[in-house]
């Protein structure tokens, strides 16, 4: 007797968890199988400092990634423009009317919001304090400009009746976290920082670039440099707004490419991402409050015993 296929879902407009994914979730909660991702050690550890899990989770949303900006902001002002004055960086947070990748950034950012919202969502139904192991990945559907954000994870509870407001979120896998919270710092979610920028190669960019020398080439420097900048500020100020006091990075990338939109004109574009965990501490004590013995003792064994 083959199995009865399940019903179509219903048409879902957007909002909240798709209808697959609560579905997903009741065959979670009335099977009474915990799914997890974590190792046997994680897991172990995770139970040594009171959680256990209660099931996998996820969020995912594919996020089309179009215009991108208006560009360096030189075009139809000539090679003689460029010469004399040169070329700046200009950055998805800059105030240059004439270009920036603000839009790009934008969309980058509500793709990752979205699938981490939906993440906490499913730990929230299940009723998780927390979602650990956190992977998060992005990858191109098709050739259309059309994205996935993946956020992937397992959901844990601690074992006293105390909850949480909210789940938190974390990269850390349960070994670190179980080391983390031994030593009074608890995770407060995950924060990440994007920037973009785009760079005219004007004429010292041009001449520095194809020299037969070994030599810095300026104009690229400093579009990495004010990049990774932005990023690095952005993630710094969304790890605050969690509560977080300090941070734990899990990653930082660049990635580069260049556009010729004109004869002549060639544009240099940078795009950077930090990604990490926020965290507080939960105790101003000089040693967090732990069970664990740091010696320990050998009353009421004898030497034969302990061979």
Known sequence: MGLVPEPAPPAWDGRGLP???ARRLERARTSGVASSLLSAPAAA???AVGFAPVGEVMGAVVQHLGWRGYGCGYSGFGSQFQFAFGASTVTSGGRNRWAGLGPYVKALYHGWDTALWRLLAEATALGADG?????????RVDDGGNHEFLALGTAIR???PVRADRPFATHLPGTDLAKQLTAGWVPTGIAFGISAAVRHDDYRTSVQAGSWNNTEVSGYTDLVAAVRHEARAHFTDRASRLGGESAVLDRM???VWEHEPAESHRDHYAEATVFGTAVTAFHRGATAPTTS???LPLRGTSVKENR
Do not use: K, N, W, Y
């Open 131 to 139: 979602v650990v192991g956190v992977r998060l990945t992005r990858s």
């Open 293 to 295: 013995l740091s010696i």
């Open 45 to 47: 550890a995770l139970g």
């Open 253 to 255: 990338r660049l990635r």
């Open 158 to 160: 601690g074992h006293g």
């Open 19 to 21: 209808p697959v994914a």
